[in-house]
């Protein structure tokens, strides 16, 4: 694991210029699904960027944007017959509870997270399966696949969102197509998985933030269309 870095927002640092270095607050974004504005927007600071990994922390109180029904309703709250066929809108929220550790190796087909109990208590990590991500000069933009997958400390591991995931394909926001990528992509992670293979071996649920980093900011700019992209 990289070591920590002192605090720094820039806004180079992307592809053009290399890797960001520790300590640089960037954009994770998700684009929505069967469109191209953004959704969810998460402010982050790098903890490593390389060839091999990027790896960023999502701070407690962290200021974000999520999606919610035009009435305000929370989108996990409507029932899943009409949860993505109902108009939304977004929203600036906090990320409340304990942070996240985001780690996202380069054309992989998803992310995978780290979440902890108070008290640094690790409790699980978290396959996200999404798009490759894309870098730019403030960030990463991606796209969200709805199936996911625990693992737990003990390693055994179980799905998640597979009704959520149906429900896409039937509201036309996922084509046969792409959900049998999906669905390869899931099997791989599976196979990663049961081979405890990297990031599960590498150690970070005994990571900790720098102390001295801050809480990003949440930019007013936060959906700006990259002015360089590239996977």
Known sequence: MADDGAVRRV????????????????LWRYRENAGQHFHIVRPVTVVRDDDELLA???????????PVLVDGTPVHVEPLESRYTKPRTV???????????KLSRPREPWSVWLFWDPGWQF?????NLEEPGTRWEGGVDSQDHFLDIS??????????????????QRDGLMDAQLAERVRAASRSAVQVIEAWGPPFTDGWQHWRPNPEWGVPSLPDDWDRTPAHASP
């Open 151 to 168: 693992v737990l400390p003990d390693r055994s591991w179980i799905w998640h969102d597979e009704d959520e995931f149906a429900q896409a």
């Open 123 to 127: 409790k699980n990590w978290y396959v």
């Open 11 to 26: 806004e180079k640092g992307g592809p053009e210029t290399g890797f960001w270095t520790p300590g640089t607050q960037i």
């Open 91 to 101: 929203q600036r929220d906090r990320w409340f509870g304990t942070g996240v550790l």
């Open 56 to 66: 960023v922390w999502l701070a407690p109180g962290t200021e974000c944007v999520k």
